[in-house]
């Protein structure tokens, strides 16, 4: 996308429209293959890790949907020579998943914690990236 709409700056939205067609089977194969040998996998590394890491490993996978977001939305506004944006959100996004996941494992004592705080965090990012991006792409 960021090739092709650097090249092409005038038909941004029909190749954004054509990396989502692309990135979405991709996301969920990948999801659903998380999800669905997870637990296969984890065993490799004990049946403690497995039975604590699995729940972890879901809530991350399904993370990458909002992620996904975020990326495609980041690079329409690199398109579009709009950084400020993509910095902020990303600084905001990074700083908000460092310090609620130190502070919501040593309150919850526990990893999956980590993994909600992923998803609403990425979520909000997503939603950031969407307003700022439907902005850009009306100017």
């Not at 939205?13 to 669905?36: F, H, N, W, Y």
């Not at 990326?71 to 690199?78: A, D, E, F, M, N």
């Not at 609620?100 to 914690?113: E, I």
Request: aromatic share 10%.
């Amino acid at each position: 996308l960021l090739a092709e709409g650097s090249w092409d700056n005038d038909n941004v939205r029909s190749q954004t429209l054509k990396a989502i067609k692309l990135v979405c089977p991709l996301i969920v194969v990948g999801v659903g293959l998380a999800v669905m040998l997870g637990p296969t996998v984890l065993q490799i590394f004990g049946r403690e890790y497995s039975s604590q890491g699995y729940l972890l490993l879901v809530l991350l996978a399904f993370s990458c949907i909002p992620k996904a977001i975020s990326i495609l939305s980041g690079t329409v506004l690199r398109i579009k020579k709009d950084l400020r944006p993509v910095v902020i959100i990303s600084f905001i996004d990074a700083i908000a998943i460092t310090f609620a996941s130190y502070f919501g494992v040593h309150f919850w004592l526990s990893l999956s914690v980590i993994g909600y705080i992923t998803i609403v965090s990425e979520s909000v990012s997503a939603i950031l990236y969407l307003v700022v991006m439907t902005t850009a792409l009306k100017n």
